[in-house]
Nanobody, 115 residues
Framework: QVQLVESGGGLVQPGGSLRLSCAASGTIFGIYSMGWYRQAPGKQREMVATITNGGTANYGDSVKGRFTISRDNAKNTVHLQMTSLKPEDTAVYYC?????????WGQGTQVTVSS
């Protein structure tokens, strides 16, 4: 079993920055990609950013140039540095881990961008 625990959400003003972290524990050797998804009220969950074990990153169009995903394989942790935040970035952010036969989700952390 895999556990993913997010941290770092909160309230930030437009234009501000936040850093989310996700720590993985348990049977994690099969995970080859980790990432962040978000879901705003009334909207579908969308991909924010993903990164493979080899470091290849992929970003959603709405966050390109503003968000950066990074991964510390030694610490089984993935981070999401968010800058130039906009009110439309407000959502619950979920950590995701993908293995060959399964995928895992964290409990989510709220990010609110508001003045």
């Amino acid at each position: 079993q895999v556990q993913l625990v997010e941290s770092g959400g909160g309230l930030v003003q437009p234009g501000g920055s936040l850093r989310l972290s996700c720590a993985a524990s348990g049977t994690i050797f099969g995970i080859y990609s980790m990432g962040w998804y978000r879901q705003a009220p009334g909207k579908q969950r969308e991909m924010v950013a993903t990164i493979t074990n080899g470091g290849t990153a992929n970003y959603g169009d709405s966050v390109k140039g503003r968000f950066t995903i990074s991964r510390d394989n030694a610490k089984n942790t993935v981070h999401l540095q968010m800058t130039s935040l906009k009110p439309e970035d407000t959502a619950v952010y979920y950590c995701n881990g993908v293995a060959v036969f399964d995928q895992y989700w964290g409990q989510g952390t709220q990010v609110t961008v508001s003045s």
